[in-house]
């Protein structure tokens, strides 16, 4: 069955880049996400990459998709105190039933 | 517009209670989702459904039932509550299709079982 998978905690200094990574198993997978949750607060969209593409850009935020090896990367450029929060990856295909399979979600914490 | 909302956002119940927890969404979305979000496991799919009259489990369904009577509405129930199922849960939906389907959160239940 499709699978989704990332590490549960991340630590990063202030000012550093931070790298969230997933992988997932799922080989027909049409469009792949980031979402990001604030303390007490349910998941937002914040970024995605349909599965033709390896990269897309925007502002402080790189999203890397390797389709060979099906691994999605994050990467937070000057990492800020607002950046703490937990960032859940996810799927969906369009040739299965359309369901979004989530990871577990990175804790990402800055460190001063 | 409202987007998704849940009720209640905090309730505590005895153990062997039951309650039914609303998720309503004014999107139109055919694809809704009940997930629980625990520390350390991270979001856990209860079940989902792909359209009014229809509902599937997903990876921990058991101890809970889902209706899906209207379009707009998708309800988790517990029967018989379980101190296990002290959770926050989380509601979402999505459009289908051969579109991008950004899931659409509710702003959580916090459901303690004593």
């Known amino acids: 069955g499709e699978d989704v998978e990332q590490s549960l905690f991340l630590s990063v200094r202030e000012g550093d880049s931070s790298v969230i990574n997933c992988t997932y198993t799922?080989?027909?997978?049409?469009?792949l996400y980031w979402y990001k949750q604030e303390p007490g607060a349910g998941l937002q969209l914040l970024t995605y990459?349909?599965?033709?593409?390896d990269m897309k850009q925007d502002q402080r935020l790189t999203v890397l998709l390797n389709k060979k090896d099906k691994h999605l990367s994050l990467r937070i450029a000057d990492t800020q105190t607002g950046d703490s929060a937990i960032y859940f990856c996810?799927?969906?295909?369009?040739?299965?039933?359309?369901?979004?399979?989530f990871g577990k979600g990175t804790r990402l914490h800055i460190l001063p | 517009n409202a987007g998704v909302t849940q009720t209640p956002k905090f309730r505590v119940l005895k153990t062997g209670q039951s309650m039914t927890l609303l998720c309503a969404q004014d999107?139109?979305?055919?694809?809704m989702y009940w997930y629980r979000q625990d520390p350390g496991m991270g979001l856990r799919l209860i079940h989902y459904?792909?359209?009014?009259?229809?509902?599937a489990k997903g990876e921990v369904p058991d101890g809970y039932n889902v209706s899906r009577l209207k379009k707009q509405n998708f309800l988790l129930g517990l029967e018989s509550a379980a101190p296990s199922q002290t959770s926050v849960y989380f509601c979402?939906?999505?459009?289908?299709?051969?579109?991008?389907?950004?899931?659409?959160f509710g702003q959580g239940t916090r459901l303690t079982v004593v």
């Open positions: 999107m139109n979305h055919e694809y």
């Open positions: 799922d080989s027909s997978s049409t469009y």
């Open positions: 979402a939906s999505s459009y289908a299709g051969t579109q991008n389907t950004e899931a659409f």
């Open positions: 990459i349909f599965s033709n593409m």
């Open positions: 996810a799927e969906t295909d369009h040739h299965r039933d359309d369901k979004i399979i």
């Open positions: 459904s792909v359209g009014e009259g229809t509902t």
